[in-house]
């Protein structure tokens, strides 16, 4: 690992590996992994059952004789069941709580400290962070990775650190003016509350943030036009998550044509969740990690859950990785209406479409009797509500058929007055799905 942020240059070398080089570098790292964690019971079991060792890896497509790791298995050995160190190596334990079960812990030793600081530190300067900036972390600081995981990014990068943390918003506002924030990280949907705060406190925004990155949860285009165009910035696209790492597997650079998977450390597959064969490159599939230098609790094929694209081509930015395309949904977010998979950023995109609906929004279905219904309750704007029944009508008439075009589901629509519908510091969470409750993460 180096320093990059010297005079001129940016990028750590490992970043623009020719391919064949990264892919001997991700070989030799692949066996070194299936070594060390050949005694975590889940992996020994599965080993002994595929008569499988590190030297039955002689390339990389003999990563599809590994076996797969999901949620249920991290929970089946809680609470830390796949370390490969010993309790008293750990430097740091994380969890993410996650919307059904038990939490799930995820740890790191010093050395996964080092590297994950390194990690966030490169996409923050692939995306224009220099160490004369100052920096509003509006992250939550806790079990969550975001806050503790961007953090040490920024401070290995050298910039100023405002660990505000998120929630608290009008602080939020002020602290950001008197202190000169130029920077700001959080979830693409507290960005927005910040603005929207900001307009009715009659501060502007604007000033003095020149750009973000965003990250954590989905968000679409559209979204990133206008959040940009509300704080008048530059907005970066970052992504990752507990168990492969925290923040810092993927994220944008200056072309913002797809986040940059950091493949010198993750392994990635991209599948068809049912036959968990890989789509041909550029399709749509579940994403799976492989953690290759971790040394704490790294995790073999780790099933995200998470549809994105992934394409090979080289990037004008001098990286040589993979890139991935926005997250367009998670496998267990999927909503299947009247059987139509639906996932929540199709609501997102259809009602960016119609203006004056801002992106809050919430998502209801229900089974009143034999047939789905889904309810969309949406923000519009104040100059659009009115007491006429037959305006309000064709609102929701032109809302509706956008979600029909988008999704091929009829849903009703409500309307709902700005700033009443529930607002998120951290991960926005939309969906509230009334119909028999099913574990979404079982295996
Ligand atoms: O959200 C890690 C993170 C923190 C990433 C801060 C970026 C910035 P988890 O809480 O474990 O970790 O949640 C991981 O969040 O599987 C995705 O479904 C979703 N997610 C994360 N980043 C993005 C993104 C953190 N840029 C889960 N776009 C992942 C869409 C994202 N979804």
């Not at 030799?28 to 002994?48: G, K, M, S």
């Not at 939550?140 to 918003?169: D, K």
């Not at 705060?197 to 285009?221: C, M």
């Not at 930015?317 to 299947?336: E, F, N, Y």
Request: proline share 6%.
């Amino acid at each position: 690992m180096t320093a990059f942020v010297t005079e001129n240059r940016i990028l750590d070398a490992e970043e623009c590996l020719p391919r064949a080089e990264l892919e001997a570098l991700q070989l030799t790292r692949l066996r070194q992994v299936v070594e060390r964690v050949a005694h975590v019971p889940f992996y020994r079991d599965a080993f002994a059952l595929r008569g499988l060792s590190a030297n039955a890896i002689h390339g990389l497509d003999d990563i599809r004789r590994l076996p797969f790791t999901t949620k249920a298995d991290l929970r089946r050995y809680h609470p830390l069941g796949f370390i490969t160190l010993p309790r008293e190596k750990l430097a740091r334990i994380h969890g993410s709580s996650g919307t059904t079960g038990t939490p799930t812990f995820v740890a790191y030793s010093q050395a996964d400290l080092r590297l994950w600081a390194n990690l966030c530190a490169r996409f923050l300067v692939s995306g224009g962070l220099r160490p004369e900036h100052t920096v509003q972390v509006a992250f939550g600081y806790g079990l969550f990775t975001g806050g503790f995981g961007l953090h040490y990014g920024i401070e290995y990068v050298g910039a100023t650190i405002i660990p505000i943390a998120s929630g608290n918003t009008r602080r939020q506002i002020e602290l950001m003016q008197d202190l000169g924030s130029e920077v700001l990280v959080c979830t693409p949907s507290y960005a927005l509350t910040i603005a929207e705060t900001a307009r009715e406190l009659g501060i502007d925004p604007r000033r003095p943030l020149k750009f973000a990155h965003f990250g954590a949860e989905p968000w679409t285009e559209a979204m990133r036009q206008q959040i940009e165009a509300e704080l008048d910035l530059l907005a970066f696209n970052n992504y990752g998550l507990s168990e492969v790492i925290g923040p810092g597997v993927s994220g944008e650079c200056a072309a913002r044509n797809g986040m940059h998977i950091q493949e010198d450390h993750f392994l990635v597959e991209c599948l068809d969740p049912e036959t968990l064969e890989p789509v041909p490159e550029g399709e749509p599939g579940e994403l799976v990690f492989t953690a290759l230098t971790k040394e704490a609790m790294p995790l073999l094929r780790y099933r995200t859950r998470d549809i994105a694209r992934i394409w090979r081509e080289p990037c004008a930015c001098g990286r040589t990785s993979a890139r991935m395309s926005r997250v367009t949904g998670r496998t267990d977010d999927m909503l299947i209406i009247r059987g139509v998979n639906v996932f929540p950023s199709q609501i997102e995109e259809a009602l960016l479409r119609v203006e004056g609906t801002t992106p809050h929004y919430m998502i209801e279905v229900d089974r009143p009797a034999t047939l789905d219904e889904m309810t969309v309750r949406v923000e519009v704007a104040p100059e659009l509500l009115s007491d006429r029944m037959d305006r309000m009508q064709i609102l929701k008439e032109r809302i509706g058929r956008e979600i029909l075009t988008v999704t091929g589901i009829r849903a009703a629509i409500e309307l709902a007055a700005p700033r009443t519908l529930e607002r998120f510091m951290g991960k926005a969470k939309r969906v509230t799905d009334k119909r028999a409750i099913v574990d979404r993460e079982a295996p």
